[in-house]
């Protein structure tokens, strides 16, 4: 890929499996489950979109995949294939397991990021979404990650408002 400021890309952060069928696949089949399921659904990633594309492992169960600008047209048909596709049984040490993916999708211009962290984060929060989502797909929602900011930005500085009687105090009406 060039390095056009102007230039767009598409991320998709697909997630394998949930938190909780990776930790079951853990507590019964061991840390080969999650490389397995990883390795099994990197091969499955890459005849889906083809050898070209470009797949990073990022996180236990999440890859990262960078797609050019020419993938924005098709985007949907792309995420509706790949999703489909993840789903097909793999096995895990002779076990055959049902994956559980997600896909978390973000369009971004070079020139718009600061840094490939706030990439990754939006594509985490898009993630996320897609756990909430009947689709399993869901594409970086700024408006909601504003809001996810500003309630922990609230909870983290309660303490601080809790802890220091002149920011907070208790009125009571009867």
């Known amino acids: 890929f060039?390095?056009?400021?102007?230039?767009?890309?598409?991320?998709?952060?697909?997630?394998?499996?949930?938190?909780?069928?990776?930790?079951?696949g853990l507590r019964v089949l061991g840390a080969t489950y999650a490389e397995e399921?990883?390795?099994?659904?990197?091969?499955?990633?890459?005849?889906i979109l083809g050898e070209h594309s470009r797949i990073y492992h990022v996180d236990s169960t999440r890859c990262?995949?960078?797609?050019?600008?020419?993938?924005?047209?098709?985007?949907?048909?792309?995420?509706?294939?790949?999703?489909?596709?993840?789903?097909?049984?793999?096995?895990?040490?002779?076990?055959?397991?049902?994956?559980?993916?997600?896909?978390?999708?973000?369009?971004?211009?070079?020139g718009d990021v600061k840094n490939s962290r706030d990439v990754m984060r939006r594509l985490f929060n898009a993630a996320d979404d897609a756990r909430k989502t009947v689709g399993q797909v869901a594409a970086?929602?700024?408006?909601g990650d504003r809001a996810h900011a500003r309630s922990f930005r609230l909870i983290s500085d309660m303490h601080d408002a809790l802890a220091d009687p002149d920011q907070s105090s208790l009125l009571y009406q009867p």
């Not at 399921?37 to 990197?42: A, P």
């Not at 294939?81 to 040490?93: F, K, N, P, V, W």
């Not at 970086?140 to 408006?143: D, G, P, T, V």
Request: proline share 5%.
């Open 2 to 24: 060039g390095h056009h400021p102007d230039q767009r890309r598409v991320g998709l952060l697909i997630e394998f499996a949930s938190g909780q069928q990776l930790a079951q």
């Open 64 to 110: 990262l995949v960078l797609l050019d600008e020419s993938a924005i047209g098709g985007l949907e048909a792309v995420t509706e294939i790949l999703e489909a596709g993840l789903r097909d049984t793999i096995y895990c040490s002779g076990i055959p397991i049902t994956p559980d993916p997600v896909i978390g999708v973000y369009i971004f211009r070079l």
């Open 37 to 47: 399921l990883v390795r099994n659904g990197t091969e499955a990633a890459r005849r």
């Open 140 to 143: 970086y929602n700024e408006i």
